[in-house]
């Protein structure tokens, strides 16, 4: 019975157990059911979360592209096109050249001269490069890792030591956009700069940067900076050069050489840095281009520097022809004829003779004067405008101030910016002799204006401490101590022309004494009377009416009564009468009275229409008056007019420029010699020939100490005020004029024979130097006779007379010319009185 009753309750108890098992079982899976339940719920709620999330995004990324297209479109809609680079054709420099291809002048807007990208020197490049876009050559015309790296070395330096921009970037703005700083505009410059990349080379992109970008002081491009700067092509520029460039595009005024040469010394270290870190030098390069000195050039003003009176003419003449946009963008190319070692002369010439002029006279404007506490201050302004760093140059004139008088030493201490000097006041009397004349010395009776007098005393009268006051540098006693001599100021002016006989080129032209301060061209510009230089033409004009070189003219007094009036008696310089008078006499002494019946037998129209053929363009008054040069003409007309006769009679138009070639290497124009016959061949011959006689014996024989066969003619107007020569051999015509700008007299004596020739010979001198010494040729139809001097007939005899020479079949006969001494002048107006009494010597 246990035993049965035992394994009942076995069976219970395991039954038990299994079913509490099967329940747990149930309960666990009943709970696990629930735990997935809860999951799915959960990851149902996480993907639809996801869902949404992702489809947000998307549709959030759609609106975004889609406006990001839409800005694309609205910005590419006004986008320039970069198809225009592929045209570079910036505005660039126009040059002028002399004769013999020597560059003399440039003309510009903006001084760029356009280098292909193989002609810039590699180190030139790679120094931009290093300086301004290490990573050019990579990246795509953007740079997200340069604007990083700029901004960390910025942050380091503490200031802007290198920009954010690429090249690419900076072509952009400098060729495709304004400068406004506006986001709009920078999303257009990044677009453009990756499209610009994607369709231009990088050397297309540096051929644009180098050639377009600012480099301070006017420099465009890297040409015309490194003439600027260092005054060589950038071809020939060394390291150091080529990183000093590279240094200067983030402020050019800033690093400038010039305004501040330790700020440009240290962008100039960090270019060459950026280039050693880049590799494209080595640690010894580097250290050798730091220590290397440079040689900072003056920038050089083609303009001025060279011949500024013959490029003016020729701006003048482009513009008026071509327009501004032709001289200043263009860059033509302006052959002309000038001779730069001529105009050199000339000049010195003028200079010198203007000089010898005013030590005979002391005529100049009275000195300026600074008050003593001024001194340093109107020095310094001084010391800023010498050029070669203010360091003088011997024989040259400068502006000084007088910071000291010791009278018992006979000196003044004078102060030229930075330099110091003396000058020695037993020397200058003749420099101030028209100021004496006004002082009041009390001491003496009557004052001495004579030099050996006045060196004692009167100069420490006129000169005062702060006076302004014209030095020449004499000698260098040490560094920036110098010995000068006082300078007047100048006021007498002077103005030369030269033209080549056979062609007509304009070989010099100087058009006053001092570019600098007068532009005023005298020689073109200024229309003043000629005096007896106007005789020839007259003299001339008789010839072709039927006179002779022996023609008999009486020289007597004779009267001239107009409408109301008034009476004119001309005279002769020397106030006396001669008789009768030859023609070639009349010439050859200037008999005024003689010339007067000339034009009043052969008519004032027919001198007019003359001088017409001869080139004469000034409007002539028609009276009398012409006979003695009364019309104002300008020297350059004047001496035209002188080459018919040296050219055989005919007219020979003057050349300045010879040939003007565009930027393409189109020929616009060019000068061939225009040669008009305006007169018979042996009426010029026969001036030439008299006008030979006016240099042998008459009032040009100074004239005579060139050596050599010349014809010319003297002219001097009412009270010395205007002084001329006009001169020529068989290869240069040349006319000299002296005067003042506002007629005044220029001294007693001072006639064109005192005055001009020694311009005209200094000039002639240098010119002809070295030259074959040539005769003029005689033409067919001229014949030579013996001449009674006295009858001005032909003479078979050998003793007593003269050689003439006459147009052949025109021989002398029994002609005076004698007037009545009275005419109605109702035909032929007399102008005033005073316009009649013009003379010469």
Known sequence: MSTLKDEFDFEERAFSKKSSSYKNFFQTAKTKAKTQKVKKTHNS????????????????????????????????????KINKLADYRPPTVTN???????????????????????????????????????RFREHVGIDLIGIVRAFIKNMQAGSIVQGGSTITQQVTKSFLLTPERTYKRKIKEAILAYRIDKRFSKDDILFLYLNQIYLGHGAYGVEAAAQNYFGKHASDLNLAECALLAGLPQAPSRYSPFKNPELAKQRQLYVLKRMQEDKYISIDEMDKAISLNLDIKAKKNWFIETVPWYTE?????????????????????????????????????????????????????EFKNVSSLGIDSFSRKIAKSLPNKGVLEQNRVYKGVITALEPDKEIAMVRVGNNNGYINLDGTAWSIKNKIDNIDDSSSEEPDTSATDSKNRLPQKVLKI????????????????????????????????????????????????????????????SRRQPGSAFKPIIYAAALDKGYTTSSII??????????????????????????????????????????????????????????????????????LSISLGSCGLSLLELVKAYTVFSNLGYLVEPIFITKIVD???????????????????????????????????????KAKELGRPAACK???????NDALFIGYTPQYTTGVWVGFDKKKSLGKGESGARSAIPIWLGYMKG????????????????????????????????????????KEGVLPTKRVVEQSGEINEEDIPITETEDFFKSDI
């Open 96 to 134: 002028v050249f002399s004769d013999n291809g020597t560059k003399i002048g440039e003309f510009y807007k903006e001084r760029r001269i356009v280098l292909p990208i193989s002609d810039i020197p590699k180190s030139l490049i790679n120094a931009f490069v290093a300086a301004e876009d290490s």
């Open 767 to 806: 010119a002809l130097e070295g030259k074959a010494i040539l005769q003029f040729n005689v033409p067919e139809g001229v014949v030579f006779h013996n001449v009674d001097p006295n009858s001005g007939l032909l003479s078979e005899s050998d003793y007593g007379v003269i050689r003439e020479c006459f």
């Open 663 to 701: 930027r393409d290497n189109n020929i616009l124009e060019v000068s061939q010699s225009k040669k008009q016959k305006v007169i018979d061949m042996s009426t010029a011959y026969i001036m030439t020939n008299m006008m030979e006689s006016v240099v042998q014996s008459g009032t040009a024989t």
């Open 313 to 365: 003419y020729v701006r003048r003449y482009v513009i008026e022809k071509y327009g501004e946009e032709a001289i200043y963008n263009q860059g033509l190319n302006i052959y002309t004829a000038v001779n730069i070692e001529f105009q050199k002369i000339a000049e010195n010439a003028i200079e010198s003779g203007l000089r010898e002029l005013e030590m005979r006279h002391g005529y100049g404007k």
């Open 45 to 80: 709620l996480f993907y639809t979360l996801i869902k949404w999330t992702l489809g947000l995004a998307f549709l959030g990324f759609l609106a975004l592209t889609t406006a990001l297209i839409l800005l694309y479109l609205h910005i590419d809609s006004d986008l320039p």
């Open 554 to 623: 009486i020289d007597s007094p004779i009267a001239f009564k107009d409408g109301s009036n008034k009476v004119w008696k001309p005279q002769n310089y020397s106030e006396t009468f001669y008789g009768p008078t030859r023609l070639r006499e009349a010439l050859v002494k200037s008999r005024n009275v003689v010339t007067v019946k000339i034009v009043q037998d052969i008519g004032v129209d027919y001198v007019i229409e003359y001088a017409k053929k001869l080139g004469i363009t000034s409007p002539i008054e028609r009276n």
């Open 714 to 720: 003297t002219g001097t107007t009412n009270e010395m």
């Open 466 to 525: 702060g006076d302004v006051i014209s030095v020449k540098a004499l000698e260098s006693i040490k560094r920036a101590e110098w010995k000068f001599s006082l300078e007047l100021e100048p006021e007498v002016e002077g103005a030369l022309v030269s033209i080549e006989a056979e062609t007509g080129h304009v070989k010099a032209m100087v058009g006053g004494r001092n570019y600098h301060n007068s532009q005023f061209n005298r020689a073109i510009q």
